[in-house]
């Protein structure tokens, strides 16, 4: 049994390290035995839904090897759940690669988060290498590509934030979703109450609910505030960009995105819109009746009769 077949391991196995995380929903250890690991523990336990961890964990084991192989390197998927007296109490995911921390005057290390890319540099943060104008732009771009996979297999992203997106121009421009365990597959309930963060909320989404139209205002508000540098920035003002990043085609393209992001629910830009605005051809208009792409996902691998049927992004 290992955390990579996707079996439920036992907490009383794991061998757990330092605390390296905390947030609202739970904490996050060090697991030993060299397989840079991690576990994190839910707060409360009891709200948990099981089976849509579950879901998570299959979704994972039904890819082929190499979109394994990216999932892994592009996000902390949940590996396996983590039991404990008959209930789930966590699960494994995977470190951040290392070149995605970077180092403190004092010796800390910390993660590379989005947020260092929404503002100028300060001096408490010159360990963070800084991205060329065409390293921003590639790393705009892994962005969008990320989360078009995602939606591609049936999911609902959710919470979106300039703390839960890493990123590295070391060796090359690359991108890293924490919070996986926040996913849904789309048609089901989330793991936990689903979290949305403060300045990163769809304004037009009742509360606590998200859909993919959603995740495409999202990508539209992390798309503008890394090419604006500015971390407040949202559809429906204005969007001063950094000089240098977009050529005049591309600019004009995204200027026009934006504004459509600010548009009435289900009309936000298709992240194939913003693929191809980035590659500098002109944006293309797609009906609001497009079809919605079919996730590659085997659903008899998922726990469970209650749930089954089409995932559909229209939820």
């Given at each position: ?130 991205p060329t104008p065409a390293e921003r732009f590639a790393l705009v771009l892994a962005m969008v590509e990320l989360f078009s996979r995602l939606h ?59 859909t993919v139209d959603s995740d495409r205002y999202k990508v539209a508000l992390v798309v503008g505030r890394v090419l604006g540098q500015d971390p ?36 936000r830009p298709h992240l194939g819109q913003w693929r191809t605005a980035l590659a500098g051809r002109e944006t293309i208009k797609l009906m609001a ?27």
């Amino acid at each position: 049994m290992s955390a990579h077949d996707g079996a439920d391991v036992p907490l009383g196995t794991l061998r757990l390290g330092d605390k390296v995380g905390d947030g609202g929903q739970g904490e996050v250890f060090e697991v030993g035995g060299g397989e840079r690991l991690l576990y994190k523990s839910y707060r409360q336990p009891h709200m948990v839904d099981g089976d849509e961890l579950a879901g998570l964990v299959a979704l994972r084991q039904g890819l082929g090897a190499a979109e394994r192989a990216r999932l892994e390197q592009e996000t902390a998927w949940p590996l396996c759940r983590v039991v404990d007296g008959g209930r789930v109490s966590g699960f494994l995911m995977h470190r951040a690669p290392d070149s995605m921390t970077w180092r403190t005057s004092r010796g800390d290390t910390r993660l590379t988060e989005l947020s260092y890319l929404l503002r100028p540099p300060k001096a408490a943060w010159q360990a963070v290498p800084q991205p060329t104008p065409a390293e921003r732009f590639a790393l705009v771009l892994a962005m969008v590509e990320l989360f078009s996979r995602l939606h591609a297999l049936g999911l609902v992203v959710g919470d979106v934030s300039q703390a839960n997106v890493l990123w590295t121009v070391r060796p090359a421009p690359a991108v890293y979703l924490l919070d996986c365990d926040g996913a849904r597959l789309a048609g089901r309930a989330p793991v936990l109450d689903q979290a949305d963060t403060p300045d990163w909320l769809d304004p037009l989404a009742p509360p606590g609910v998200v859909t993919v139209d959603s995740d495409r205002y999202k990508v539209a508000l992390v798309v503008g505030r890394v090419l604006g540098q500015d971390p407040y920035a949202a559809p429906g003002a204005a969007l001063p960009l950094l000089p240098g990043v977009l050529d005049e085609r591309r600019e004009r393209a995204v200027l026009s995105l934006w504004e459509q992001a600010a548009g009435p629910r289900g009309g936000r830009p298709h992240l194939g819109q913003w693929r191809t605005a980035l590659a500098g051809r002109e944006t293309i208009k797609l009906m609001a009746a497009e079809p919605a792409p079919k996730p590659v996902v085997d659903r008899s691998k998922f726990d469970g009769p209650r749930r089954r049927g089409r995932i559909s992004l229209r939820d």
